[in-house]
């Protein structure tokens, strides 16, 4: 039997970049939610079987009410998040608990509501062959690492290959137990900080392999004032170009 396939909607930030009046996942995209947006990706991923959604606790019973006017059947609970996206995904891992070792978990960020059910898919496919895997694209710009400048500031420290260098995206997922070994140790650490999940899973488990799943450079983060309408931008131009298909079709 195959393992379960249970995904969770990373949304317990407030969005502080964003200077919003509420937390940017609650931002209108072509009239939805941001949220809405990216649960919806995966109810529509037929290898996603479960999903839970972590939420800002203040708004969890709004996100309720989206789940249930969007209809969205695959959603099993709106929880609240944590006070880091480390503790809110500490928080998902708690609401999986029945779920077995051998089952799969797929983290998204809320804040990712271009996300494509094929990226999503290839996650869960790239998971038979890696205990974890991160959704990743190559950077188009040259990357480097800075120290405290000679006179105050910043200065270059060095320049890696760019071809070595990918920006991680979300999903990122795992086979369950992986997950839960990597965080038991994360959260015992007082020194624990990450930005991701695929982050935790190498520093504490070294010999686990953490797979990069090629993604697409429109699976945007919003995060700054202006994202949200280039995420429309997107979407319209995404839209146009399914039309376009099918007329060719
Ligand atoms: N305590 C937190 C912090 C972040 N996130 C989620 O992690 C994703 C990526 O985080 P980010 O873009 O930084 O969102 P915010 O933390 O809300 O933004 P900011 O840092 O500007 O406050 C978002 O979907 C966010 O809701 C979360 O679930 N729990
Ligand atoms: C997980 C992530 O989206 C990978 O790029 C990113 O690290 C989230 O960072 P944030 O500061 O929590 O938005």
Not at 41 to 46: I, N, W
Not at 53 to 78: H, W
Not at 85 to 98: K, P
Not at 186 to 204: E, F, H, N, Q, S
């Amino acid at each position: 039997m195959r393992p379960r396939v249970i995904a969770a909607v990373l949304a317990g930030g407030v969005g502080a970049r964003m200077g919003a009046p509420s937390p940017k996942q609650l931002l209108p995209l072509e009239g939805r939610p941001i949220i809405e947006h990216s649960i919806a990706a995966f109810e529509a991923c037929p290898e996603v079987d479960e999903v839970v959604v972590l939420m800002v606790r203040e708004y969890v019973e709004r996100v309720e009410d989206i789940v249930s006017s969007a209809g969205f059947s695959k959603v099993t609970a709106v929880l609240p998040g944590g006070e880091t996206r480390t503790d809110t995904s500490y928080a998902a891992l708690s609401a999986m608990e029945g779920a077995a070792d051998t089952d799969l978990a797929l983290l998204h960020d809320a804040a990712r509501p271009l996300v494509r059910p094929a990226t999503i898919g290839a996650c869960v496919s790239a998971l038979g062959e890696a205990g974890a895997v991160g959704v990743a694209v190559p950077s188009g710009d040259t990357v480097v690492r800075v120290a405290p400048g000679r006179t105050g500031g910043e200065a270059v420290a060095q320049v890696p290959p760019r071809a070595e260098l990918r920006r991680m995206q979300t999903p990122q997922g795992f086979r369950l137990g992986v997950l839960r070994r990597a965080y038991a140790l994360a959260m015992a650490d007082p020194g624990l900080v990450a930005t991701d999940d695929c982050g935790v899973v190498l520093r504490y488990l070294p010999e686990e392999e953490v797979r990069i799943v090629p993604g697409e450079e429109t699976n945007i983060k919003v995060t700054n004032p202006g994202d949200v309408e280039v995420a429309e931008t997107l979407l319209r131009r995404a839209r146009a170009r399914a039309v376009l298909a099918e007329v060719d079709a």
